[in-house]
């Protein structure tokens, strides 16, 4: 079935550091890709989203490339503030769902000054 | 657009008694509604799927008699933990989906937390 894998955290960086966190995933046909963010005691927020292949998903300075050659989604950030401190879920829909959503199992990142 | 709100954020209740969790779309109707479930520090796994105007179709593992989903209107779904035990202490959260209107399920609510004392 159709999977995401996640790089374990937590991840460590100090402000202005560049971030990447490992994304990839395993499904059949052609998934959506989508990063959410979890801050502290609150639900999910969708970061960004791409459909398909080589599209590249972008907001607040974060961005993702969906790579269907690497089966990959990797976020990046070239200069993190503390206030990116959170926890970072990777997912993927399925194509021919309804809206179900496989998650990563998520990755912490925490930010120092 | 695609709001959608979950109510109550926060709840603690007794041992052997009842909590329902509301989930609604506010901007567009909801033909689904996903409950999804999280431990601490673990990711989110799918509970059950609930269709408007149908039964809901849980996911593996997870018991139909104990977590009971009603979806009857196209801009309400509840999730109701009957009988609840510490065991049921978690996060809950819902998205909303309308596949023909063009929402996929991709907006969650804000969550609520139980805590079963």
């Known amino acids: 079935g159709d999977s995401v894998t996640q790089m374990e955290g937590p991840v460590t960086l100090s402000e202005e550091a560049f971030l990447t966190i490992n994304c990839t995933y395993t499904?059949?046909?052609?998934?959506?890709l989508f990063w959410y963010v979890q801050y502290p005691g609150e639900g999910l927020q969708l970061l960004l989203k791409?459909?398909?292949?080589?599209d590249k998903g972008s907001n607040k300075g974060f961005e993702a490339t969906y790579r269907k050659e690497t089966t990959s989604f990797h976020l990046e950030k070239g200069s993190v503030q503390v206030s990116d401190s959170a926890v970072y879920f990777c997912?993927?829909?399925?194509?021919?769902?309804?809206?179900?959503?496989?998650f990563g199992q998520g990755t912490t990142l925490q930010v120092k000054p | 657009g695609a709001v959608v709100s979950q109510h109550p954020s926060r709840v603690i209740c007794k041992s052997g008694t009842s909590v329902k969790i509301e989930c609604r779309s506010l901007?567009?109707?909801?033909?689904?509604m996903f409950w999804y479930r999280q431990f601490p520090k673990q990711s989110l796994m799918l509970m059950a799927t609930?269709?408007?105007?149908?039964?809901?179709?849980?996911e593996q593992g997870v018991e139909k008699d104990k977590f009971l989903i009603n979806h009857a209107s196209l801009t309400l779904s509840t999730l109701t933990v009957t009988s609840a035990h510490p065991e049921d202490s978690s996060f809950y959260i819902c998205?909303?989906?309308?596949?023909?209107?063009?929402?996929?399920?991709?907006?969650f609510g804000s969550g609520t937390r139980l805590t079963v004392v």
């Open positions: 998205s909303a989906s309308n596949p023909k209107t063009g929402n996929y399920g991709y907006t």
């Open positions: 499904a059949t046909g052609y998934p959506s």
């Open positions: 791409a459909t398909k292949a080589d």
């Open positions: 997912a993927l829909h399925g194509s021919g769902n309804t809206g179900k959503l496989i």
């Open positions: 901007d567009f109707q909801a033909t689904t």
């Open positions: 609930s269709n408007e105007g149908s039964k809901a179709t849980y």
